[in-house]
C-alpha cells in the first residue's frame, strides 16, 4: 500500500516538474549591428534546434512574434526562436519598388545574426528553420536558395516565388506553404511585373500558386502524385483547407491551399478592425499554421 502512495505521489511531483519545463521560457530583446531582434530561449539550458521568424512589409520582430503566437509552441517543442528585423522590409530577391525598395544584403545580415547568436552560446548550431510571413516568406526562400547549408527546412505564409528567382545549390528540406485563394496582395494566380497591387502601386513579378508549388515540388526531388484531403474543423470561418500531400520527394513537402483564405497566418486571431479584414481576408481556422510546421519539422513520423 505504502509503494502505490510513494508511486503517486512521485508522478505527482514529476508531472509537476514537466509542466513547469513546458511551460516557462524566456524572451530577450536586442539589437545587432543596429537592427532590433526578439529571442526566445526555453527555460533550460539546453534548445533543441533554431527557428527563424521573418515579418512581412513594413513589420517587425517583435510585432511578428506578439501576433503570431510562435512562442506556445517554443516552449512546447524547446526551440530558440530568433524574430529579427528587417530595414523597412526584407530584400527577398523581388525587383525593389516604392513599397519595398531595400538593396540591403540580408542574406548575409541573417547569416551574421545567426553566427553571432551561436558564438555567444545563446542557439545550438548556426543553421536554423526558416519561417516567414509575405515579404518574410520571400526572404525565407531566398535563404533557403542562397545558403541552403544554413537551412534545415522552411515554411512559406502568404507569398509566391517571384518570377527572377535564381536558385541554384540548393539542397531539399522539409517545406510547406500555406496560400489562401482569396489573397488580394498576393495574388493567388500570380501577377505581372511591375502590375499595380491593391494599393495602386507597381509590384515585382510573381508565378501562381500552381505554379511556385510546381517550382518547389520539382527542387524537393517529389517525383510522385500527391495524397490529398479536405479540412473543414470549423465551418464557421468561410474558409475550406485543400491539404497536399507530395509523395516520393527528397525531404517533406506539404501545400496547404485555403479555400476564401486571404493574405493572413492560419490559426491566428483575425483583425479586429474591419478594414484590415477587407484589405486582409479571412483567417483560416481550419489548421494552425504553427502547429503544422511544427509536426513536419521534428515529428519523427515525416
Known amino acids: 500500500m505504502y509503494f502505490w502512495r510513494y508511486l503517486l505521489l512521485f508522478c505527482l511531483v514529476l508531472s509537476i516538474i514537466v509542466y513547469t519545463h ?27 534546434s533554431t527557428v527563424v521568424l521573418l515579418h512581412g512589409a513594413r513589420g517587425s520582430g517583435e510585432r511578428l512574434r506578439k501576433s503570431s503566437e510562435f512562442d506556445l509552441w517554443a516552449k512546447r517543442y524547446e526551440l530558440a526562436v530568433v524574430y529579427p528585423t528587417g530595414l523597412d522590409g526584407w530584400n527577398d530577391g523581388r525587383v525593389p519598388t516604392k513599397f ?19 558564438s555567444n552560446g545563446l542557439i545550438p548550431e548556426v543553421a536554423a528553420y526558416f519561417m516567414g510571413f509575405s515579404n518574410g516568406g520571400g526572404m525565407a526562400m531566398r535563404m533557403a536558395c542562397e545558403q541552403s547549408n544554413l537551412v534545415k527546412g522552411i515554411s512559406i505564409v502568404a507569398t509566391k516565388e517571384f518570377l527572377k528567382t535564381s536558385c541554384r545549390g540548393f539542397i531539399p528540406v522539409p517545406i510547406v506553404f500555406f496560400l489562401g485563394t482569396a489573397d488580394r496582395l498576393a495574388p493567388h494566380k500570380g501577377n505581372a511585373e511591375r502590375q499595380k497591387n491593391l494599393f495602386g502601386r507597381a509590384q515585382s513579378g510573381r508565378y501562381s500558386a500552381k505554379q511556385t508549388i510546381e517550382r518547389w515540388g520539382k527542387r524537393n526531388g517529389c517525383s510522385g502524385p500527391a495524397l490529398s484531403n479536405k479540412l473543414d474543423a470549423d465551418p464557421t470561418d468561410g474558409t475550406l483547407v485543400l491539404h497536399q500531400s507530395f509523395q516520393g520527394c527528397v525531404a517533406p513537402f506539404e501545400y496547404y491551399e485555403i479555400k476564401n483564405g486571404g493574405h493572413t497566418w492560419p490559426g491566428t486571431k483575425p483583425a479586429k478592425k474591419r478594414a484590415a479584414r477587407q484589405i486582409f481576408g479571412k483567417t483560416s481556422q481550419e489548421i494552425n499554421a504553427n502547429e503544422v510546421t511544427m509536426r513536419l519539422w521534428f515529428d519523427p513520423k515525416h
Not at 513546458?22 to 533543441?48: H, I, M, V, W
Open 22 to 48: 513546458e511551460t516557462k521560457a524566456k524572451t530577450e530583446q536586442e539589437t545587432f549591428e543596429g537592427r532590433p531582434f526578439t529571442l526566445t530561449t526555453p527555460d533550460a539550458t539546453f534548445s533543441r
Open 100 to 118: 519595398i525598395s531595400t538593396t540591403a544584403d540580408d542574406v548575409s545580415y541573417l547569416k551574421r545574426l545567426l553566427v553571432h547568436l551561436h
